[in-house]
């Protein structure tokens, strides 16, 4: 099995332009996760599909931020316009069910740096 | 999902020296699962604690949960250069579908 695949794996872009994040999560796997990590603010949640459907969007930061899971192999994570306080590393994971007892297999992640 | 709180946010230690990292919840757990990150690396599912007073054990390292499950711990006898490492733990209670991570416990082991 390939993983939780991730791309791009760096991204630097200037402030204001739009930026998409994609990730493939592991085949069969019906939960997909959205994180960002910081040194100031740890593993935060951004968002968490269930069967292609978004359940919780409560950590997206604000409406800059915008997400998508069109099919169950494909989602996108998307910045616009994007600020230097967006630099971070985003996650991607994925999970074999709802249940949170699943453990989650996490993407390498994408390292996004707004200049 | 609940608050968990991981100590301490660092740890230096001399590589042949244990390590321990502690979880802590205010309320009762669930389940507990920790993860591993490896510098500029994702985070790796290591295992899941369900049972009140679970211990289990992966070679070096000894996971415990709580007899009242609200707290666990990550034990590491003899650290390695190997394990240096961020470990989380997150909580996965029932009821949420969605598990917290704590903040994380680095290890730093020095050759």
């Known amino acids: 099995d390939a993983g939780v695949i991730q791309s791009p794996r760096h991204e630097v872009t200037e402030m204001g332009q739009e930026v998409t994040l994609r990730c493939k999560p592991i085949s069969g796997h019906n939960s997909l996760f959205w994180y960002r990590q910081t040194m100031m603010r740890g593993l935060e949640l951004l968002i968490y599909f269930n069967n292609n459907v978004p359940i919780d969007d409560s950590g997206m930061p604000e409406d800059r931020f915008s997400a998508k899971m069109p099919n169950a192999s494909f989602s996108t994570l998307k910045i616009q316009p994007s600020e230097p306080r967006d630099s971070a590393v985003y996650f991607c994971?994925?999970?074999?069910?709802?249940?949170?007892?699943?453990?989650?297999?996490f993407g390498p992640g994408t390292r996004l740096t707004v200049t | 999902g609940q608050q968990v709180m991981q100590i301490p946010q660092y740890q230096h230690v001399q590589e042949g020296e244990d390590f321990t990292t502690y979880c802590n919840s205010s309320t009762t757990l669930s389940n507990i699962q920790w993860y591993k990150q490896r510098p500029g690396g994702h985070p790796v599912f290591l295992i899941q604690?369900?049972?009140?007073?679970e211990v289990k054990k992966q070679k070096r390292l000894t996971f415990q949960f709580g007899e009242a499950k609200k707290n666990s711990s990550l034990h590491i006898t003899a650290t390695q250069t190997t394990d240096v490492g961020t470990y989380f733990c997150a909580d996965s209670s029932g009821g949420s579908y969605i598990p917290t991570f704590g903040r994380g416990t680095s290890l730093i082991v020095h050759p």
């Open positions: 994971a994925s999970r074999r069910g709802h249940a949170s007892s699943y453990e989650q297999y």
């Open positions: 604690l369900v049972k009140s007073g």
